[in-house]
T-cell receptor, first 112, second 116 residues
Framework: DQQVKQNSPSLSVQEGRISILNCDYT??????FLWYKKYPAEGPTFLIS?????DKNEDGRFTVFLNKSAKHLSLHIVPSQPGDSAVYFC???????????FGKGTRLHILP | EPEVTQTPSHQVTQMGQEVILRCVPI?????FYWYRQILGQKVEFLVS????????KSEIFDDQFSVERPDGSNFTLKIRSTKLEDSAMYFC??????????????FGPGTRLLVL
């Protein structure tokens, strides 16, 4: 049962353009959402998060949008840079639970 | 910038052997976690640990698994009798609520475990 779904296994974007990574979730009790970035042979690195009481959070080139009615969130990267090439994981947590539920990830390729 | 460290980076073991994976969480963090990622699959929660006891564990975390914080800095995951299906990347994470968000966990680089 996939509670967090990332339906695009990979995405290619031209350098300088906007990268949009999408994520859907099924558990309406999730109240906190996170995006992690992962390079090969490294652990997931925290990028940005959003509480369910907000619909947008911005940090530099990264913006996360949350649409609770659609149970959908997205990560926008503007402008995309070569170092952004990595696997991006959408993740969520519920209430007082400690655990984070991860999606399967989307591999982002930034093209020169 | 402080970071979570893990040792060893790679571990090869025979089926049925015990392994201990070690982690040093970020020093002022209070919550500690283990996750694993089987090749080609998603990152899965195993266990969380707070105040010297397990606060939550998943179905994966059966009696073959145990965690310990033997001193003020290390956090270990022990697999008592390894099985082939335990082969995975194991990630340690830590969290101090209030920093970067309530549930923001910071991950180590992982230990790749291969059970033969």
């Amino acid at each position: 049962d996939q509670q967090v779904k990332q339906n695009s296994p990979s995405l290619s974007v031209q350098e300088g353009r906007i990268s949009i990574l999408n994520c859907d979730y099924t558990n309406s009790m999730f109240d906190y959402f996170l995006w992690y970035k992962k390079y090969p042979a490294e652990g997931p690195t925290f990028l940005i998060s959003i509480s369910s009481i907000k619909d947008k959070n911005e940090d530099g080139r990264f913006t996360v949008f949350l649409n609770k009615s659609a149970k959908h969130l997205s990560l926008h990267i503007v402008p995309s840079q070569p170092g952004d090439s990595a696997v991006y994981f959408c993740a969520a947590s519920e209430g007082r639970d400690d655990k984070i539920i991860f999606g399967k990830g989307t591999r982002l390729h930034i093209l020169p | 910038e402080p970071e979570v460290t893990q040792t060893p980076s790679h571990q090869v073991t025979q089926m049925g052997q015990e392994v201990i994976l070690r982690c040093v969480p970020i020093s002022n963090h209070l919550y500690f976690y283990w996750y694993r990622q089987i090749l080609g699959q998603k990152v899965e929660f195993l266990v969380s640990f707070y105040n010297n006891e397990i606060s939550e564990k998943s179905e994966i975390f059966d009696d073959q698994f145990s965690v310990e914080r033997p001193d003020g800095s290390n956090f270990t995951l022990k697999i008592r009798s390894t099985k082939l299906e335990d082969s995975a990347m194991y990630f340690c994470a830590s969290n101090l609520p209030g920093t970067g968000g309530r549930k923001t966990q910071y991950f180590g680089p992982g230990t790749r475990l291969l059970v033969l």
